[in-house]
């Protein structure tokens, strides 16, 4: 049973443009929510958070919302760079462990 | 300051034989975590030792993992036997703390059984 959910496997934009990757969760126990960037045969490496007493957190061109009620988060990115290419892991955390979900691979075209 | 690494990079190993796993954490951190991507699934948690103890191994899947940390540095993961559906990338990641703090992950260990 998922508690992290990313319901698209893929998204490809321009070179310029802003990404939004999305993530839904179930459990209202998570407190604390972070976006990993995974690149081919390497490890994930932390991108930014936010806890959830906030709504926004803001990283140079990386922004991530989070919608409580929703249980919904979302990283804006802007501009998109090729180097951006990667696939992205959101991970919720409720103190102890994180809980991931599948990941989305982002393309970004120049 | 070196990261978290693991080793071996790669394995290939036959059905029912033995494969152990090593992580070596980032220095001072107590927090250490194994998690296991199966192609195109989620990362996910296996287990979590607080120094050398177990904090949390409900996500091992059965009696054939063995993690162990002894002293409270670095941690083995042995699988015994291998089935194939242990395939996978097993990660390392180690916290300083809990609560609003980020783990660090290794390069992964690439398992696979044949």
């Known amino acids: 049973d998922q508690q992290v959910k990313q319901n698209s496997p893929s998204l490809s934009v321009q070179e310029g443009r802003i990404s939004i990757l999305n993530c839904d969760y179930t459990?209202?126990?998570?407190?604390?929510f972070l976006w990993y960037k995974k690149y081919p045969a390497e490890g994930p490496t932390f991108l930014i958070s936010i806890s959830s007493i906030k709504d926004k957190n803001e990283d140079g061109r990386f922004t991530v919302f989070l919608n409580k009620s929703a249980k919904h988060l979302s990283l804006h990115i802007v501009p998109s760079q090729p180097g951006d290419s990667a696939v992205y892991f959101c991970a919720a955390s409720p103190g102890n462990q994180f809980y991931f979900g599948t990941g989305t691979s982002l393309t970004v075209i120049p | 300051e070196a990261g978290v690494t693991q080793f071996p990079s790669h394995s290939v190993i036959e059905k029912g034989q033995t494969v152990t796993l090593r992580c070596d954490p980032i220095?001072?951190?107590?927090?250490l975590y194994w998690y296991r991507r199966v192609m195109g699934k989620e990362i996910k948690f296996l287990l979590h030792f607080v120094k050398e103890s177990k904090q949390d191994e409900s996500g091992m899947p059965n009696n054939r993992f063995l993690a162990e940390r002894t002293g409270g540095t670095y941690s083995t993961l042995k699988v015994q036997p291998a089935e194939l559906e242990d395939s996978g990338v097993y990660f390392c990641?180690?916290?300083?703390?809990?609560?609003?703090?980020?783990?660090?992950f290794g390069q992964g260990t690439r398992l696979t059984v044949v």
């Open positions: 459990n209202s126990m998570f407190d604390y």
């Open positions: 220095s001072g951190h107590d927090n």
């Open positions: 990641a180690s916290r300083l703390g809990t609560g609003d703090t980020e783990a660090f």
